[in-house]
């Protein structure tokens, strides 16, 4: 970690955004009290991971990565244990967790082991919620697990964010942010922005565009000169893939020349069916953008 440092408010669904490596499990486990840090302090309200670790482990859920239940006990068996753990019970926290555990309480009686992976999460989430815990840390909940299933894991945090719960959630995908109310992109332990989506997503500077042809290979294909065909392009300042098309970012506002421009160019290199047409940038460009220009942050 570099130096992270980020105030969360109470209430808020925070999220850290990153590819593997970035740091966000290392962040968690110490806010957690699971791994000590070899600087600095962090704080869960007025408690200090490293001198109130068992006041912290009362007041926290946390779901790690790795799905971590036993999977040898049924659903009904995992949810008592953690209840029995924290001195509750499933009953006196029953309406906590009903959102989430009325979807899975038809396979109460089935092995953890042989749930489905959007299952799994569902369960996990109500047992790291059966004790009311006030802060609510999820690292990376949605990764493997279906986009239908990812959809209806975001939708069942928006609930729990209503009952005033902090809820704290990793993840690697981009698409995802736009879900949180802020969020901090991360990239090896350190912080690159933190702010809304909306934000993040005003403060890219340049004139983004969509490029596609018949040739997309072609498009990034390395040249000689080590350069790629759009990068050799005057005024073009970063280039990302992006799904089915390459995004290319200029410092010039005069769209109808850069098009016009651009398209004589890719013609002269042999490429037909273009398409280029001006984007918003969303936060996958913002992150990339930010990653490319370290001298930025």
């Given at each position: ?56 482990r009362k007041c926290t859920g ?56 959007g299952m799994k999460q569902k ?90 042809s018949n040739q997309m290979y ?80």
């Open positions: 970690m570099k130096d992270v440092s980020i105030d969360v408010l109470q209430g808020e669904l925070f999220g850290f955004i990153g590819p593997d490596g970035a740091g966000k499990t290392t962040l968690f486990r110490i806010l957690t009290s699971l791994v000590l840090p070899d600087a600095g302090s962090a704080f869960i309200g007025s408690l200090d991971v490293v001198k109130d670790y068992k006041k912290i946390y779901m790690p990565g790795r799905f971590s239940l036993y999977s040898d006990l049924t659903v009904e068996e995992n949810l008592q244990f953690y209840a029995r753990i924290f001195k509750t019970s499933v009953k006196e926290n029953y309406d906590l967790i009903s959102d989430i555990y009325l979807q899975i309480e038809p396979f109460k009686k089935r092995r953890a082991g042989d749930l489905s992976g369960l996990a989430l109500s047992c790291a919620l059966i004790h009311n815990p006030k802060v609510l840390v999820l690292d990376e909940p949605t990764t493997g697990v279906d986009a239908v299933s990812r959809m209806e894991f975001w939708e069942l945090l928006k609930k729990m964010q209503k009952k005033g719960i902090t809820i704290l959630v990793s993840t690697p995908y981009m698409d995802e942010a736009s879900l949180c109310d802020r969020v901090a992109l991360m990239e090896h332990g350190e912080l690159l922005a933190v702010d809304t989506p909306a934000c993040i997503e005003k403060s890219f500077t340049g004139n983004l565009m969509a490029v596609k072609g498009l990034l294909s390395d040249l000689p000169a080590g350069r790629q065909v759009l990068e050799q392009f005057p005024d073009a300042t970063q280039v990302f893939r992006f799904g089915e098309f390459i995004h290319i970012t200029f410092q010039s506002e005069n769209t109808a020349g850069i098009i016009e421009d651009l398209t004589n160019y890719l013609n002269s290199k042999g490429h037909q069916e273009i398409q280029i047409s001006p984007i918003k940038p969303v936060i996958e460009d913002c992150f990339l953008a930010l990653m490319d220009q370290p001298a930025t942050r």
